[in-house]
C-alpha cells in the first residue's frame, strides 16, 4: 500500500465495562443510601473502583444474571406468560447490561416448586434427592423439554442475553439428581436446548461426566458454568477443595478445555470474596487459575470486595473476557470518489477470552455534514487471545466529496449499552478517531 498514513494508538490500561463480560452487577451497591456493609453485616469503609465509578465497593459491570422460574412462566400448562422474562431483561438494559439468563425447574423453598398443575399430576414429592417429582415416572422430561424449546423460539438472539444456562434437572436446575434419569432423558432434555438455541451462546453446568459427554457429542461450542470458585479448602478442612481438586481435574476429564474457543466460562462465587479474605485464601492464585480457564464473568453474589484486594481484582478485570487493542493502524488517506478505501489494522486481543457476539466492525467517516457507515465483513468472534491479529479491507465510498475523520468502532446496537470499549485512547461517542481522509 503506498501513499499511506501509519498510526499507532496509544494503549490504556483502564478499566473497561463491556457486554458479557467482568464482575455480574450489583445493583444494590449502586450509590446505596448509608452505610456499606459486608455480607456478615459489618459496617465497611466505601471505596470506588475509578473516580466515576457507578457502584460502591464493587467494579461497574456491563453484564448481569436473570434468573427465572418455570411455574412463573408457565402457571397454566401450555400458556407462556414471556413477558416476565421480558421486564426483566429491559432492567438489565436499563442498567446498561447484558444478562446471563436461567431458567429453573424447581428449587428447594415452597415457593420454588414445579408449576401448580404439574403438581396437580404429582401430588407426591419422591425419595430422590434434589428432586421434587419423580425422574422415571412422571411427565418431568417431556414437560420441561417442551418449555425449554418454546422458550428458545421466543429468545434466540435476543440482543440482551449474552448466555443461557443449560439447566436439566436439580434445584435452580443445577444438575443435582441427573445420575437418576436414563440416558434418553438426558438427551432429550439436552436436545431441546441445542436443536433450538441456534444463535445465542449457550453454557453447560460442569457438574456430572454423563450430561457433559451428551452436550459434547451433540455440539462442540458449548461453554461451561461452575459455582465454587475461590474455594480453597472450606468444605473439608483442606483435603479437598474445588480449586485444588474440582476444576483442575475434570475440566480436563469432561473434555471442556477447549470449551472457552467458541462459548462463555462463567463462574460464581463460593460463599463471598470477603470469606475468602477471612480466611487467608491467596487471592491471586485464584485469579491466576480462573484466567487459565478462561473466565469471562464472573458472579459475586452482588456482595463488597474487600479493599485490600482492590488492585488484585483490578489487574484480574483487565484480562477477564475479551480486551481489543488496535496496535498499528495503516490507511490511503487521500481516496477519489468511487474508489476504495484500504484499511490494514493489526489488532491484539490482551484478555482471555473472545467476544461471543457477532458485533459488527464499522469504520466512520465524519464530517459536520455527513456521516458514513463502512460495514466490516470481519467476524470478531475469531479474534482469540495470544494472537497477532491482522485485519485487512477495501471500502468502496460514494459519499459527497470533502475532509472526514476516519472513526473504528464496534457496535452493539443498543444505545444503553453503547460500543464495546477499546483498549486505547482516544474514545469519542462510542468510536475511536484515528486520523483524517479526504474524499476527492
Not at 408457565?74 to 406468560?81: D, F, P, S, T
Not at 438426558?186 to 457433559?212: C, E, G, W
Not at 457429542?217 to 477443595?241: A, K, P, T, Y
Not at 469471562?296 to 484480574?316: D, H, I, L, M
Request: hydrophobic share 35%.
Amino acid at each position: 500500500m503506498s501513499d499511506t498514513y501509519v498510526i499507532y494508538p496509544k494503549i490504556s490500561d483502564a478499566l473497561l465495562e463491556n457486554p458479557g463480560i467482568g464482575f455480574i452487577a450489583a445493583p444494590g451497591l449502586m450509590e446505596p443510601e448509608g452505610q456499606i456493609c459486608d455480607n456478615r453485616s459489618n459496617p465497611v469503609e466505601k471505596y470506588r473502583f475509578t473516580d466515576n465509578s457507578r457502584t460502591w465497593n464493587h467494579p461497574d459491570s456491563r453484564i448481569t444474571y436473570c434468573g427465572v422460574r418455570w411455574r412463573d412462566l408457565e402457571a397454566e400448562k401450555g400458556r407462556y406468560r414471556w413477558d416476565i422474562l421480558e421486564k426483566k431483561l429491559e432492567e438489565s438494559k436499563a442498567l446498561g447490561c447484558t444478562a446471563i439468563v436461567r431458567c429453573s425447574p424447581y428449587a428447594l423453598a415452597e415457593e420454588d416448586d414445579i408449576p401448580d398443575w404439574f403438581r396437580r399430576e404429582c401430588p407426591e414429592e419422591p425419595d430422590f434427592p434434589f428432586w421434587r417429582v419423580d425422574p422415571l415416572h412422571s411427565s418431568y422430561v417431556k414437560y420441561w423439554s417442551r418449555f425449554i424449546a418454546e422458550f428458545a423460539g421466543h429468545f434466540d438472539g435476543h440482543p440482551v442475553i449474552s448466555s443461557v444456562d443449560m439447566a436439566l434437572v436439580g434445584a435452580w436446575g443445577e444438575g443435582g439428581g441427573t445420575e437418576f434419569l436414563e440416558e434418553e432423558s438426558i438427551r432429550q432434555i439436552i436436545a431441546a436446548y441445542i436443536d433450538n438455541f441456534k444463535i445465542t451462546p449457550l453454557q453447560a453446568l460442569l457438574h456430572d461426566p454423563k450430561s457433559v459427554k451428551i452436550i459434547r457429542e451433540r455440539r462442540e461450542n458449548i461453554g461451561f458454568r461452575v459455582d465454587c470458585l475461590g474455594d480453597m479448602g472450606g468444605f473439608h478442612q483442606e483435603e479437598w477443595s474445588h480449586m485444588l481438586d474440582f476444576y483442575p481435574e475434570n475440566i480436563c476429564n469432561f473434555g471442556m478445555e477447549e470449551a472457552w474457543k467458541k462459548a462463555p466460562v462463567v463462574f460464581e462465587a463460593c460463599w463471598h470474596m470477603n470469606d475468602w479474605y477471612l480466611q487467608g485464601w491467596d487471592i491471586d492464585y485464584i485469579i491466576e487459575e480462573s484466567l487459565k480457564w478462561h473466565i469471562s464473568s464472573f458472579n459475586s453474589k452482588g456482595t463488597t470486595v474487600p479493599e485490600a484486594w482492590k488492585e488484585n481484582v483490578k489487574r484480574w478485570l483487565n484480562k477477564m473476557g475479551y480486551r481489543f487493542e488496535i496496535r498499528k493502524l495503516t490507511y490511503n488517506p487521500v481516496v477519489k470518489k468511487g474508489e476504495v478505501l484500504q484499511i490494514r489494522g493489526l489488532w491484539a486481543n490482551t484478555g482471555v477470552a473472545p467476544i461471543y457476539h457477532r458485533y459488527p466492525l464499522v469504520v466512520r467517516l465524519k464530517n459536520e455534514k455527513e456521516i458514513l457507515r463502512l460495514t466490516s465483513k470481519t467476524d470478531i468472534r475469531n479474534w482469540l487471545p495470544d494472537m497477532d491479529i491482522l485485519w485487512e479491507e477495501e471500502f468502496g465510498l460514494e459519499g459527497k466529496a470533502g475532509e472526514y475523520s476516519l472513526e473504528i468502532g464496534i457496535e452493539t446496537g443498543i444505545p444503553e449499552l453503547g460500543n464495546i470499549k477499546l483498549a486505547i485512547e482516544g474514545l469519542k461517542d462510542g468510536y475511536y478517531c484515528l486520523g483524517k481522509i479526504i474524499v476527492e
